[in-house]
Each structure stands twice: as C-alpha cells, then as structure tokens.
C-alpha cells in the first residue's frame, strides 16, 4: 500500500501467517511468500503433504481418504499458516481439511444445489434471474473450501475456458440486452492470469447493455498476495467492477488480507463481504458481529449472511434457518445497521435468493401498525391519511431519458 496510506484500526502488523510460516516453511524466502504463484505451486493437495504439517485427527484422516473421488483437497501455504495445528474446530481448519462426515450424502441434498445446470445456456453461461448472468470463468481455487455449493465444478474436469467457450459466452451476453449485471465466478475468476482476465473484461466494457461487472473471489482470503497493484489497476479500469469476497470467520482477517482488501478500495474497486453460516464455525451472533466490525474497519461491507446451500456432503455444517434469524435479531439494536448483514437462503433447485429478517411486527391496522423494538418493546406508527402511492412525474422522467 502507499506509504501515505494509515493502517486500519484494530490490526496488528506483524503478518498474522508469521508463526506458522517459521514452522511449517521455514525455508520459504519473502520473495517466495509474497510470490501468489508459488503459493499456488506449494499447495498443499493431498494426504501425505497434509500429515506432513497437520497432526491430523482420525475423523480428518477418514475425511481425506474417503472423499478424494468427490472432492479435491488444495490449501494454499498462507492459508495453512493460520491453522491451528492443537484444535481441530479451528474455524480455518473446518473450511479446508475433510472429515468423514463430508463422504456421506444426505436427504435432500443435491450435486446441483442452486439450479445451474438445466439454467446454462453455454458452458460458461447460467441465466437464472431476468437482468443478470453468472460467468463461470475456471473451476480452479486457491483453497477448496468444505462448504463448496458448486462443487460438481470445483472438483476438477472443466479447467479454464478455453477462447472458444469464452468468446461463446461474452456472445451470448452481447445478444441478450435484458442483461446489465455480469458476475463473474467460477472457480476464483483471479487465479486467471491478467491477459486472461482483461480479454474477459474489455469486451464486456464494450457491451453498451452491461452495466457493471461483479468478481466472486476468496483470493482476499485465502491467497491475498495475488492482489497486486497491476490486478486492482485492471479492474479499475473496467469500472464499475465489484469485487465480492468471502470471509467467514474473523482469524481469516489478517494484516495481510486487510491490505489485499484497502489495495481494490484505494484503487476505487468497492468489496463487499458474503458470509456463509457454518455451524460450529461462526454459528453465534458475537462472531458474526465481530465479523462484521472487523470488515467494515477494511472498508468492506458485510453484505450477505448465506444460510448454508443443500450441497452434496455439506449437512453437518449446516445450521436450522432459526439460527441465522436469531443471529440477526441479537445483532439488531446493538451495533449499527451497516454492520448487519442480509440473511439470505437460496432456495434448493433454482428457486434463487430470498432474504429474511427478524419479524418485528406485531399487528396491522388500517389507522397503525404495531412494532416490538429490539429490547421487546411496543411502539405504534401511526398509518397516513392519504395512501395514494403512485408517482406522476414518472411518465415524464421516463420520455425525457429515453424519449
């Protein structure tokens, strides 16, 4: 970061991947560290490599085992640095290494939780909602988190687009104006490399229709060393883009992420922070909220809180839909609105997103509506008199902006 930038508040400066750098690779040079590429080489990717630098417990060990043909297993060095090596419930340790649990399928489950697939018109092409489009860009990750929801995917087999698929997408677009939002996923579309990424995003630019770009990465969290100044210049110049990480747990909030992070908003690229609910992980409101406050300090906006999807072994992370409600409304009244995330539940099968919040309406009447505040207290809003809620000028801001 520029030497003219302060530090957030809040935050340590030494390297929270410090200690566990020393231990588990101590041979690596800074060059080396700080060098995403070779994170990526020095992953760490199956079983042997794995007991090499976690005493592993026999759940884990089974967990490895048993799910290697359904689900590949890679954790970037940083990302295994801030492991804790004596506890398995480390909430880092329960997002990156299997356990038995992840080898069963349960009722209900599916391999295609959200829809996609009978919504994909091209191969990299899902078009679920009306005005918006996923671009499924590679099926590649830093970090192959547990609770994947698009895992069929994430496994291995689909690779980089090739130019063709690329170019059949960004067509696709180009011929559907309905479209102005483009979300970009994969996969983590920034382990593509710049050239790659910027012949998605120029031509995307170029659609008069498309009117922003949205990036779904956990590189900020999981391999925060990728974002360089080059990349956040990039996606600078293709604005308005979005970036939409995922942290999950307040340990993943590190100096180093935290520079990651203030790098895209200093370059003018807005982060915005969609948290899953884990339960035993962040299954409590004061880790949401601390969360929350830790993002906001990194300018970064909470924005969803996803009820876990119906993915194929992913129930024993899993929490009721009352527990997310009861998260929310501990959280209401005691921190500032911005600080309270929406709490979303995409609907098994492609039903999409729906948002859900605490009920604070008690009754409702034709002269007032009755509310409970968040300490339980009654407060009547008075109805208005008059409830003629059309808009007249409407019809003549509309012919003046596109006659």
């Not at 909430?91 to 009722?107: D, F, L, N």
């Not at 092409?125 to 005005?131: A, E, Q, S």
């Not at 997408?169 to 483009?182: F, K, L, S, T």
């Not at 747990?249 to 609910?277: F, M, S, Y």
């Amino acid at each position: 970061m520029p030497s003219d930038v302060p530090p957030s508040k809040g935050f340590s400066s030494r390297p929270a991947s410090q200690a566990g750098r020393e231990a588990l690779f101590p041979s690596a040079t800074d060059a080396e560290w700080t060098d995403w590429r070779w994170q990526q080489r020095h992953a760490v990717r199956n079983l042997a490599q794995l007991e090499k630098y976690i005493p592993l417990t026999p759940d884990e060990r089974a967990g490895v085992q048993e799910t290697s043909s359904l689900f590949r297993v890679g954790i970037s060095p940083y990302y295994l640095s801030l492991i804790d090596r004596d506890h398995p419930l480390c909430p880092i340790r329960m997002q990156s290494i299997p356990v038995r649990a992840e080898a069963r399928v349960r009722p209900g489950e599916l391999a295609d939780p959200l829809g996609e697939d009978k919504t994909r018109p091209e191969e990299a092409i899902v078009h679920k909602y009306p005005d918006r489009v996923l671009f499924l860009a590679l099926d590649t990750c830093s970090v192959y988190c547990r609770h994947c929801t698009r895992r069929r995917i994430t496994k291995g087999g689909e690779a980089e687009l090739t130019k063709e698929q690329m170019r059949r997408g960004i067509d696709y677009i180009r011929r559907h104006p309905e479209v102005r939002d483009v979300l970009i996923s994969g996969g983590d579309p920034f382990l593509l490399t710049e050239q790659r990424l910027e012949e998605l995003l120029a031509p995307l630019y170029d659609i008069p229709h498309v009117e922003m770009v949205r990036i779904g990465t956990r590189v900020p969290v999981c391999l925060p060393m990728r974002v360089t100044d080059s990349l956040a210049r990039l996606l600078r110049r293709y604005a308005p883009v979005y970036v939409i990480t995922h942290f999950n747990h307040p340990k993943e909030i590190t100096p180093e992420a935290r520079e990651a992070c203030e790098r895209l908003v200093d370059h003018g690229v807005p982060v915005e922070n969609q948290a899953v609910l884990m339960r035993r992980l962040n299954s409590d409101a004061r880790i949401i909220q601390e969360l929350s406050h830790a993002l906001l300090r990194m300018r970064v906006r909470p924005y969803y809180l996803h009820q876990m999807d119906v993915a194929e072994g992913c129930e024993h992370l899993r929490t009721p839909i009352a527990k997310g409600m009861e998260i929310l409304q501990q959280m209401r009244g005691h921190t500032s609105g911005l600080a309270v995330p929406h709490l979303a539940v995409d609907l098994p099968g492609g039903g999409g997103k729906v948002t859900l919040q605490p009920d604070y309406v008690v009754e409702r009447g034709a002269q007032e509506t009755v509310f409970r505040n968040y300490k339980g207290e009654r407060y009547v809003y008075p109805e208005p008199e008059e409830v003629d809620c059309s808009c007249p000028y409407d019809a003549v801001w509309r012919e003046r902006r596109w006659g």
